[in-house]
């Protein structure tokens, strides 16, 4: 008998040997190159964080004061960020950049089109040059080798954050949702959150995908073409991680938006597709209108940018939370700075900001 669809994956899917268990070490955030090796206090430390930063700095997301009256928090003076980003971006870089400034410190970035890579300069070359003028270095690159590759010839002796990985990770772009999640709806556990678009190449919801699996009754809807799924291998990374949670594969979003907490919508991504008449296939796949959230509660997150997903006409429903999903996202990664150049959160009498060295 066929399952009936949408089908449930079970812990017995997943193989009996697998390199994914959870790591008992704590998280290492000056090396914040993947989000396999966090554990839920880890992710709470980012959160908490953050959070306190939000507040001090009445910056980004749900802090944002709307009389731009931000106040500048000089944590990081002194210290520069080098941005080494070897595919297009908008968001992350602008982003850490923001964050950096905003911490009091300085920033540069590499421009991969005119940097010495064009001479056939090595990436490993590259960032022990970059790491010669920056205190802490971002990277993003199209192989999702790429730290494995470094990890060979040693990294330099300066914190380092993977922005991007090909389709493989983005860590920081999932602690961002989570910081967005938790702030606008008040937890995680025990939420419903429907993921939906191109789960294959989608490099945003396997880094997401996975630290929800460290919350507790997070029940997750995958909406995608059968050519688009959550590749087999992440399946068993949540399972292992969390044997319980439930995860329910389908391909209309909305037969499930009225059981869910949070719809997160995914691009098409193009430029990851072998051929273009592969791409033409499913490129119209899907496509979110304000009718459609008529009645929902849902809250409606894209990581960016949006091509044809998500009608302009979603922009003005007070569901949607896209926008404002960028500023949390400066807040977090404001947060991910500090923490990789050693700060650890605390509060003083004043509720303010202040490292523990």
């Known amino acids: 008998m066929k399952k009936k669809q949408p089908p449930m994956f079970v812990a017995d899917d997943v193989p009996k040997e697998t390199p994914f268990a959870p790591q008992a070490a704590a998280f290492d955030f000056s090396r914040m190159l993947s989000v396999k090796d966090m554990q839920r206090s880890d992710i ?21 004061d709307g009389a731009k009256t931000t106040q500048q928090l000089d944590l990081l003076s002194g210290r520069v960020l080098a941005n080494l980003f070897f595919e297009p971006s908008t968001r992350t870089s602008s982003s850490f950049a923001t964050a950096m400034l905003r911490m009091g410190g300085s920033y540069l970035n590499l421009n991969a089109t005119t940097s010495s890579a064009k001479k056939g300069e090595s990436l490993s070359d590259t960032i022990k040059v970059m790491s010669e003028y920056a205190d802490v270095l971002v990277v993003r690159h199209p192989d999702v080798d790429v730290f494995g590759a470094l990890d060979d010839i040693r990294y330099p002796g300066i914190p380092i954050l993977n922005a991007g990985n090909g389709s493989d990770e983005h860590p920081t772009q999932a602690l961002l949702d989570l910081l967005c999640i938790q702030s606008e709806l008040g937890h995680i556990d025990g939420l ?48 292992v991680n969390n044997p319980t949670m439930q995860i329910i594969e389908s391909n209309s979003y909305q037969k499930v938006l009225g059981k869910t907490d949070v719809l997160y919508m995914t691009r098409i991504q193009q430029e990851r597709f072998d051929s273009a008449e592969a791409y033409e296939a499913v490129k119209g796949s899907f496509e979110l209108t304000a009718a459609d959230l008529k ?6 997150m894209h990581p960016l940018p949006r091509v044809n997903e998500i009608r302009s006409d979603v922009d003005v429903m007070p569901n ?18 500090g923490l990789a150049l050693g700060a650890k959160p605390s509060q003083n009498a004043k509720g303010l900001v202040s490292f523990g060295q």
């Open 44 to 64: 709470e430390i980012a959160l908490r964080f953050a959070a306190e930063l939000g507040q001090a700095s009445r910056i980004g997301g749900k802090w944002r």
């Open 192 to 239: 419903t959150i429907t993921l939906a678009g191109d789960l294959k190449h989608g490099r945003t919801v396997h880094s997401l995908s996975y630290v929800l699996s460290r919350f507790d009754n997070i029940k997750l809807y995958l909406v995608s073409p059968p050519e688009l799924r959550l590749p087999t291998e992440w399946l068993g990374r949540l399972l």
């Open 295 to 300: 009645g929902s509660r849902a809250l409606v």
């Open 320 to 337: 949607a939370r896209y926008f404002e999903q960028v500023g949390y996202g400066v807040v977090m990664r404001m947060a991910l700075l």
